[in-house]
């Protein structure tokens, strides 16, 4: 069955680094678009990065452009999402998420806390 396994989630504080992994397996990974999105508390999820299927194509948002960084290894049908400067607003449980058309499936998420 389809899978999306995130990992790398953690405490940190201001200024320090993690690396997100998101792990597939199930469907054709090469096939999808994925994305990292977030979601604070009482806050809506909101789209942090994607990456297109060949990888050369990446998009931000605004609040982590030029901090974080998307990536993905075909390969090993894994994307990260290296994450550095973290910021206290930048805590949020991360969510790896594939798309190919009408199809959309989500992992169960990973907490990162960035404290002051």
């Known amino acids: 069955q389809v899978q999306l396994v995130e990992s790398g989630g953690g405490l940190v504080h201001s200024g320090g680094s993690l690396r997100l992994s998101c792990a597939a397996s199930?469907?054709?990974?090469?096939?999808?678009?994925m994305n990292w999105y977030r979601q604070a508390p009482g806050k809506e999820r909101e789209l942090v990065a994607r990456?297109?299927?060949?990888?050369?194509?990446?998009t931000y948002a605004d609040s982590v452009k030029g901090r974080f960084t998307i990536s993905r290894d075909n390969a090993k049908n894994t994307v990260y999402l290296q994450m550095n400067s973290l910021k206290p607003e930048d805590t949020a449980v991360y969510y790896c998420?594939?798309?190919?058309?009408?199809?959309?499936?989500w992992g169960q998420g990973t907490q990162v806390t960035v404290s002051s």
């Open positions: 998420n594939a798309v190919l058309y009408y199809k959309d499936y």
């Open positions: 199930g469907f054709t990974f090469s096939n999808y678009v």
């Open positions: 990456i297109m299927r060949t990888g050369g194509s990446t």
